[in-house]
């Protein structure tokens, strides 16, 4: 979710909470004719939408209005840019890592070969929108003001990562931690099936969480710590990476929801 989407969003919220309030604490005491006016109304209101047809409510024209607004805004802060963003470009231009991306899809894959060992990096751009959410639910709007001192991709984006031989069977999946140009490693896990530590379907999921996962990493001697992170470093798992996953996340999440905007409007508009 875009920074400027953000706070507009908090902005919006502690506006809508102030107007309420003002509206309960003066206006229904100092003038009880028009609580009784407004209630009138929107007795008013709910007999005349529950006598229109299904697809004919009151409300579509002003929802269609609304999401239009939104999608012209969205269209207009992109303005100026077009294509690819240099970040992306950049990283594409390396050619170490291929981007498995669908548009309307929740995930991303990064993959790529080392030696006889393919490698998938896995992230979702849910875990922008809940950290979205916290930010929004824990500050104020005059702390919502001074944000743009914090780092612009400060929130943690979960990661799985799975490596497998074409010399041999087994996976070895580790979960990981991207944030602030770095990555947390937090458990490495191995299956003795390729298949069961790779597939995305539902079945294999639930297998996986019948099977043992290994150790918390930060359990581990130092040692082995150490060594396991220079062993990601070499297959291209670094700050680099690190850095482009939030990056990337952010991009696609305001892509989908430019055309979640647009699928929306056009649902409200039939």
């Known amino acids: 979710m875009s920074a400027l ?12 909470v102030l107007t309420a309030r003002q509206l309960s604490t003066t206006s229904f005491r100092a003038f009880p004719a028009l609580a009784t006016q407004i209630v009138s109304a929107s007795s008013s209101r709910a007999s005349s939408v529950s006598a229109r047809k299904l697809g004919e409510g009151s409300s579509d024209i002003a929802l269609s209005q609304k999401l239009t607004e939104e999608l012209n805004y969205e269209k207009e802060a992109e303005a100026g840019t077009s294509g690819a963003p240099d970040f992306l470009k950049a990283f594409q231009e390396e050619g170490v890592w291929e981007i498995s991306d669908v548009l309307g899809n929740d995930e991303v894959a990064l993959t790529r070969k080392f030696g006889n060992e393919r490698i998938r990096l896995m992230f979702s751009i849910a875990d922008i929108q809940g950290e979205e959410e916290d930010f929004q639910s824990d500050h104020g709007e005059s702390e919502s003001e001074d944000s743009g001192d914090e780092p612009l991709h400060s929130y943690p984006i979960r990661v799985s990562l799975s490596i497998t031989k074409t010399t041999g069977p087994g996976c070895l999946n ?18 003795k099936d390729a298949k069961l530590g790779t597939d995305l379907t539902a079945e294999s999921d ?5 099977t043992y996962i290994g150790p918390q990493f930060d359990t581990l001697d130092v040692a082995v710590q150490e060594e396991f992170e220079k062993y990601l470093q070499e297959r291209g798992v670094n700050e680099h990476v690190a850095l482009f996953i939030p990056e990337y996340a952010e991009f696609k999440e305001q892509n989908e929801y430019v055309k979640w905007l647009s699928n929306v409007k056009t649902f409200v508009d039939q």
């Open 174 to 191: 580790v979960d990981l931690v991207a944030q602030e140009g770095h990555f947390i490693v937090e458990n490495v896990s191995f299956y």
């Open 206 to 210: 639930w297998k996986r969480r019948g």
């Open 5 to 16: 989407r953000t706070l507009r969003q908090v902005t919006v919220t502690s506006s809508r």
